[in-house]
């Protein structure tokens, strides 16, 4: 028995378009944890808002959806690294695990791009791959490698201190892709 995978097709993105997706998805994923963890500074609460509301997924997986799995992985790889180098931001011990998880999350997301199927199931598989690398990144390093800056118990704490951003997710980035791609029918 095969599957088939229904598409939508979709016209293909320019170099243009991909790299300015690419672009976007870098300010964002340094710029939206700057205002949280400002935020966050004011009202007493630290990084406590930005790991609440995960601020650097959104343009990442947006990235993938609108602008393709170039513009996603590349954002999603060099994002975290960028904001690292700007702000210390995320810790370094953190660091290979966001990129890893980031760059599957705009992989995922471009790859299910022409994929037919409701937005809210695509974000809902790219979240659960994205999040399954990473604890499992994190567990060979801890347990293989001996890597012992972080330890395992920080998988479940990230979900459940993330799960307000997840579905914060789960309403934002399908009517973002509904307006965007409403606006795209428009122009033709």
Do not use: D
Request: aromatic content about 8%.
């Amino acid at each position: 028995m095969s599957a088939v995978v229904k598409t939508i097709n979709k016209p293909a993105l320019s170099v243009k378009a991909q790299a300015l997706w690419t672009a976007g998805a870098l300010a964002g994923a340094v710029v939206f944890p700057q205002l949280f963890h400002a935020l966050g500074a004011v009202s007493g609460l630290g990084t406590a808002l930005g790991e609440a509301f995960l601020p650097m997924h959104l343009p990442i997986i947006l990235a993938g959806f609108l602008g393709g799995p170039a513009a996603g992985c590349l954002g999603g790889l060099f994002g975290p690294l960028l904001s690292f180098a700007l702000s210390g931001m995320p810790t370094a011990a953190m660091l290979p695990f966001m990129m890893i998880e980031l760059c599957l999350y705009g992989l995922s997301a471009g790859l299910l791009r022409n994929i037919k199927m409701p937005s809210l199931l695509k974000l809902l598989a790219v979240q659960f791959s994205g999040r399954l690398v990473r604890a499992a990144a994190i567990l060979i390093a801890v347990y293989l490698f001996g890597f012992n800056e972080i330890s395992p118990a920080v998988i479940l704490t990230s979900v459940k201190t993330g799960l307000f951003g997840l579905c914060l997710q789960w309403v934002l980035i399908p009517l973002i892709i509904y307006r965007i791609e409403n606006i795209k029918k428009h122009e033709q």
